[in-house]
């Protein structure tokens, strides 16, 4: 009896203990990471001093000890303290033009989603598509799908979430199963997502990847990945006779009343926009502009035209990140509504309106509070985490080690990787994950003699497929805090277009990618001192 309560009493404060310590997890990892990893700073080498760093930037950012952001910080304190790079050189990755372009792509989105633009092609989507469940759970995937290409996966899926739920609670209530009020279709508190913005451009524009192709790279993948996506959720939560294409499953049959009721709330809500206002045709005019400078900045898609910037002194100096400002500037200046000289022409003044300034289609203080500038530092810290890691010799170190991997046939590589980050991110921040990965993919590619590109591009792919957990992306958080997906069932549905995603980011790299950006032959812009090129 006494060593059983010497035994409960010790659990007892091992319990306690433990409770103390998950309070207090953040400050234990910010003191105890650094602190286990000091003995490779005893060894007074660059590969040592930039190791260091990495794991303790990599902990932070996996356990998220401190904001993402202010991680993305420490190489300006520990690079210049360890003698890897002067802070000049470490502040330049801050600002580089991936910086510009995302910024720019963040002022084209925020504009969308003040002029409410997204919800107009998301309603008039869903009305074309029809009201029975298997079409409208394909008009929500083609819309989401569309409206995440531009703005983020988090604001597109807060917008859309709402909109499907409000649906689903309209069918219930025509057919008396669940009497409630009309549900709300807005969404507020929902913070900004980091999950959407991934770039793998260690090596600058020197690999050639610009929006026109990387656009076609994808565009593939995207459509079937798409179709599978929509046939096996219609399996998996409609009915499994949904896969017989030409004909009605039970469920569309029993629902086909029903569908009425979701077809008139989807126009109630289209109609509760009203007409297409002058600021809203302004803004998808500048979309369009923004797509069609992207897409023939170089045209090599077309035969004897080499793009548009051909047209100015030096063409070389005109990126991406220059159409993104050009686009950016000008939703600054552009009016929101007609200037009034224009509407006294045609009579659509109000009565004793005088002219007077107008407010442009997007305000400086709109973008403040929506642009997530947290995202401007994580890039800018990550290219400076490479940056050093090049510079310190961690890069050289790592390819001499993975040497020993050169037996391995880099198809099966890629394969694996691809299979462990999928995994991997399910736990942890996409873009985290793929700012520690992709520098170290880069020096393997380096010392197996491969393309990075070959093993970059699909490791970066596998780094967003995280389906199956809340947790795992703020958009799946978002679509379980309604309450009507189980976990069980976000793991089961998520699971499989898991595998999908992996094997079609092999089955792309290995197809597309030779295609579009010659994958298997080791380029002229990577380091040539081990491969002879």
């Known amino acids: 009896m006494v060593l059983f309560r010497k035994l409960n009493s010790k659990m007892g404060f091992l319990r306690q203990a433990g409770r103390v310590a998950w309070a207090y997890r953040a400050t234990l990892i910010i003191i105890l990471v650094p602190t286990l990893a000091s003995p490779l700073l005893a060894q007074h080498s660059g590969p040592a001093k930039g190791g260091w760093v990495v794991i303790v930037m990599a902990a932070y950012w996996i356990t998220e000890a401190l904001p993402l952001a202010v991680t993305s910080l420490l190489p300006m304190i520990l690079f210049p303290l360890l003698g890897i ?103 507020t508190g929902v913070k900004s997502d980091l999950d959407d913005q991934i770039d793998e451009r260690i090596y600058g524009d020197d690999p050639g990847i610009t929006f026109a192709n990387w656009f076609f790279f994808m565009l593939p993948a995207t459509i079937i990945s798409l179709f599978i996506c929509w046939v096996w959720l219609q399996s998996y939560f409609l009915d499994r006779s949904c896969f017989v294409w030409f004909r009605d499953c039970n469920c569309c ?159 099966s590589l890629v394969f694996i990787l691809t299979i462990v980050l999928c995994i991997f991110t399910e736990f942890t921040s996409n873009v985290a994950t793929t700012t520690i990965f992709l520098p170290i993919c880069a020096a393997l590619a380096e010392s197996l003699c491969v393309n990075p590109l070959y093993l970059m591009i699909p490791v970066t792919l596998a780094c967003t497929y995280a389906y199956m957990l809340p947790a795992a992306t703020p958009p799946n958080a978002i679509v379980f805090s309604f309450e009507t997906v189980s976990i069980p069932d976000m793991v089961k549905a998520g699971a499989l277009l898991n595998v999908v995603g992996i094997l079609m980011a092999n089955l792309l790299i290995n197809s597309m990618g030779q295609v579009v950006y010659d994958v298997f032959t080791y380029p002229s812009w990577a380091p040539d001192d081990k491969c002879g090129v």
Request: hydrophobic share 50%; proline share 5%.
């Open 85 to 187: 790079l002067d802070m000049d050189d470490v502040t330049r990755n801050y600002f580089k033009d991936t910086v510009v372009l995302f910024f720019g792509s963040m002022v084209m989105a925020v504009t969308i989603e003040e002029r409410n633009v997204h919800k107009r092609i998301a309603l008039g989507t869903l009305l074309i598509m029809g009201s029975k469940p298997r079409w409208l759970m394909l008009g929500f995937m083609i819309s989401t799908a569309f409206l995440s290409m531009w703005i983020s996966n988090t604001a597109t899926t807060a917008m859309m979430v709402p909109i499907a739920h409000a649906i689903v609670i309209q069918i219930i209530k025509d057919r008396k199963m669940l009497k409630s009020s009309k549900p709300s279709l807005m969404v």
């Open 253 to 411: 049959k029993e629902q086909s009343e029903d569908g009425k009721a979701a077809h008139d709330l989807i126009r109630r809500e289209y109609k509760a926009l009203g007409g297409v206002t002058f600021g809203e045709f302004a803004t998808l005019v500048h979309f369009a502009f923004l797509i069609i400078l992207w897409l023939f900045r170089k045209s090599s898609f077309i035969p004897n035209f080499d793009g548009w910037t051909q047209l100015f002194l030096v063409p070389e100096y005109i990126n991406d990140a220059t159409v993104a400002m050009i686009i950016a500037i000008s939703l600054f200046i552009f009016p929101s509504r007609m200037p009034w000289i224009f509407r006294k022409m045609f009579g659509k003044t109000d009565p004793g309106e005088e002219p007077g300034p107008m407010h442009p289609l997007l305000t400086w203080k709109t973008a403040q509070l929506k642009i997530p500038w947290n995202i401007v530092l994580l890039l800018g810290g990550g290219f400076a985490l490479a940056n050093g890691c090049e510079e310190s010799g961690l890069s050289d170190w790592l390819a001499d080690k993975f040497s020993a991997l050169s037996g391995i046939p880099s198809w």
